[in-house]
């Protein structure tokens, strides 16, 4: 079993609508991050979150330190926002990153 | 200020030959992670660095394997001998510190293939 498990694999979603994807992890961490990749490119980091939310335009993180579980959400769905996002966790107990295997996100127009 | 630099962007190598990744961190940025992307697998830790020494080498192959943080210039990431399955996209981030709360910045990455 993985130590990050991300949900849905892969979405698609018309432009406009509002899309969650989710994250759990089974480890003690540090820190939450959201990435995203589009194809053939580089990762690009959304949010580092240790608690609570985070905003930053139509994209918003919540985590759940209880519950290990994280949240993002992206309002107002557009093409562009097409991409991989995944959920990578910080271990407390070391320097390694642990990865979700990502969620394919497709908008369509 | 220039983010996370990797090069080259691609690589071909035959089997049996070296690769060589470069990966220089963000201005400031003291400490460098290493990650593979094996076609449809998600991310995997392989290296952790500081200038001039290794932290955590636990995610990276035994053999073939090596990675460097040298006081001056880039770090590097080194296959000898790659083989096919060798082909992956290799990232890297750097962070400031190794606080844990230190926030991490990717590089691009390096889609490396062996034919």
């Known amino acids: 079993k993985n130590e990050v498990e991300q949900s849905p694999q892969n979405l698609t979603a018309q432009e406009g609508e509002f899309i969650t994807i989710n994250c759990s992890y089974s480890?003690?961490?540090?820190?939450l991050h959201w990435l995203q990749q589009h194809p053939g490119g580089g990762i690009v980091s959304l949010f580092m979150?240790?608690?609570g939310k985070k905003k930053h335009g139509r994209l918003i993180a919540t985590i759940n330190i209880q519950e290990k579980h994280s949240s993002l959400h992206i309002t107002a769905s557009h093409p562009r926002d097409s991409a991989v996002y995944i959920c990578?966790?910080?271990?407390?107990?070391?320097?390694?990153?642990?990865f979700g295997t990502g969620t394919s996100l497709t908008v369509i127009p | 200020n220039a983010g996370v630099m990797q090069n080259p962007r691609h690589l071909v190598r035959r089997r049996g030959q070296e690769a060589r990744l470069r990966c220089s961190p963000m201005?400031?940025?003291?400490?460098v992670y290493w990650y593979r992307q094996l076609p449809e697998e998600g991310l995997k830790f392989m290296v952790y660095?500081?200038?001039?020494?290794?932290?955590?080498e636990s995610g990276m192959p035994k053999e073939r394997f090596s990675a460097e943080f040298p006081k001056e210039g880039p770090s590097i990431l080194r296959i000898q001998q790659v083989v096919r399955g060798d082909s992956a996209a290799y990232f890297c981030?750097?962070?400031?510190?190794?606080?844990?709360?230190?926030?991490?910045?990717f590089g691009q990455g390096t889609r490396l293939t062996v034919v």
């Open positions: 981030a750097s962070s400031w510190t190794g606080n844990m709360n230190t926030e991490a910045f």
């Open positions: 480890v003690g961490i540090s820190a």
């Open positions: 979150l240790s608690s």
């Open positions: 990578a966790v910080r271990s407390n107990t070391g320097n390694q990153f642990y």
């Open positions: 201005k400031g940025h003291s400490h």
């Open positions: 660095l500081q200038k001039e020494n290794i932290i955590d």
